[in-house]
T-cell receptor
Framework: ETGVTQSPTHLIKTRGQQVTLRCSSQSGHNTVSWYQQALGQGPQFIFQ???????GRGNFPPRFSGLQFPNYSSELNVNALELDDSALYLC????????????FGSGTRLTVV | GEDVEQSLFLSVREGDSSVINCTYT??????LYWYKQEPGAGLQLLTYIFSNMDMKQDQRLTVLLNKKDKHLSLRIADTQTGDSAIYFC???????????FGAGTRLFVKA
């Protein structure tokens, strides 16, 4: 059983640029959720994808967008990067109900300078 | 709104028991979780409990749920230095699409 893989592991971008983060979900899971974890904080929900459509969204602006592919892998895109976007971005896969918890990837550390 | 609160720091001696506490506000929370995060890593699911239970034991881990007070605790028996990490409490309600996380409790185990 493969776990959740995220790429890249680290990334440095300049304010105003755009970034794409990638995630492959665990075998048997059809739902991917993305979280932002700022330093010293808990993960904050960005959005969830199921059947290639956004299934729910947290309090993040539209410049945060995503995709899910037929193999359940997913991308997180952030446009017009701001300094406050610097954080660890975590991908979590689950079944749609998610009752038995998430399987998280190791995250992508994004630094915006 | 929905919120999950935890104390930020706990220090124990190796071999002692650790108890990490959490309170949540969502009265419709149905599923409650404990996750562990080691430095530079993602979160690892440790255990979960459904709201119709008041206790769950899994090897060295014991979860207690007081639904009336919306209080959840995680007890780690015989705490080891390898248990040093950040522990997150989280909740989810039936039909909800997101899990809400607390800010995490940093557990420091002294040898």
């Amino acid at each position: 059983e493969t776990g959740v893989t995220q790429s890249p592991t680290h990334l440095i971008k300049t304010r105003g640029q755009q970034v794409t983060l990638r995630c492959s979900s665990q075998s048997g899971h059809n739902t991917v959720s993305w979280y932002q974890q700022a330093l010293g904080q808990g993960p904050q929900f960005i959005f969830q994808y199921y059947r290639e459509e956004e299934n729910g969204r947290g309090n993040f602006p539209p410049r945060f967008s995503g995709l899910q592919f037929p193999n359940y892998s997913s991308e997180l895109n952030v446009n017009a990067l701001e300094l406050d976007d610097s954080a660890l971005y975590l991908c979590a896969s689950s079944t749609l109900e998610g009752n038995y918890g998430y399987t998280f990837g190791s995250g992508t550390r994004l630094t915006v300078v | 709104g929905e919120d999950v609160e935890q104390s930020l720091f706990l220090s124990v001696r190796e071999g002692d028991s650790s108890v990490i506490n959490c309170t949540y506000t969502d009265s419709s929370s149905t599923y409650l979780y404990w996750y562990k995060q080691e430095p530079g890593a993602g979160l690892q699911l440790l255990t979960y409990i459904f709201s119709n239970m008041d206790m769950k034991q899994d090897q060295r881990l014991t979860v207690l749920l007081n639904k009336k007070d919306k209080h959840l605790s995680l007890r780690i028996a015989d705490t080891q230095t390898g248990d040093s990490a950040i522990y997150f409490c989280a909740d989810r309600n039936t039909g909800g699409f997101k899990t809400i996380f607390g800010a995490g409790t940093r557990l420091f185990v002294k040898a």
